[in-house]
């Protein structure tokens, strides 16, 4: 008779094959040379690019626009998490890697766990990168250890909760290529937003698309617990006046809706 694993037994075997498969992850990357390096280049590149071309150009509160433009890269780095895992997702599933796991004797939920935890992992070297370039261009945190500490937690938190995203997209597209054609769609939502340029000077329709973003709230909430310039930038939108609860917000919405999602769709895969 076969006996049924507590609730707990069920965790622990849930987070131990969870582990295992971001390993995988880490390993696969590990492979790619060519991941590597993009990995490790495309955040300084980031931060040369807009700070030094665009700074020539725009006038931000504050007067600095490196020190305005940080929070705002952090927040696109943040917000490429649903286009990598989904392609990764779609990749596995289009080349019967996921059948393969669903063959296998391991939790049902360490697949996607395993994608967004490796996710969560290579989002913070990014962050660090970028945050080793921005203090060589002359942007710093001012207020103190404690609250910079908070800015990257609530980086990891919503990250985080859109890589599951990302796994519930990959697991509808099903297909790599169609995934990667798709990928470019996201770039819209961190251009619409306070990110590289203050939305006071928008039409008002687009200033409100911009200001209930979750990328303006969190380049809000991060340029707040920075001590950045821009903060608010005179809006009164209620998650630019409240950005960290916004970011918690918008990262439980996410949770809650894209983790069951996910769970529910590799359950049914291949039926």
Partial sequence: MTVSPSPLGR?????????????????????????????????????????YVFGSAIRVPGGDYREYLMPG??????FTAPQGVMVRMAGDASRGVMDRFRSMPTARLAVPFGQTGSDVLAGLLLVAIMAGAGLLVGWQPHRGLALTVQAFLLIVVLRY?????GVYLGLLTKDEQTANNLAPLFLPVTMISSAFVPTGGMPGWLRFLA????????TAALRDLFGNPGGSAGSTAWPIEHPVAAVLLWSAVLLVVFVPLSVRTYRRWGR
């Fill in 11 to 51: 965790l622990r075997w849930t987070l131990a094959d969870g582990m295992t498969l971001v390993g995988r992850e880490l390993g696969r990357l590990r492979q790619a040379p060519g991941q590597i390096i993009g990995l490790l280049v495309f955040p300084a590149v980031m931060v040369l690019l807009f700070g």
């Fill in 73 to 78: 890269l952090f927040a696109m780095v943040t």
């Fill in 161 to 165: 909760a859109l890589s599951w995203a």
């Fill in 211 to 218: 200001d209930w973003n979750p990328v303006s709230a969190l």
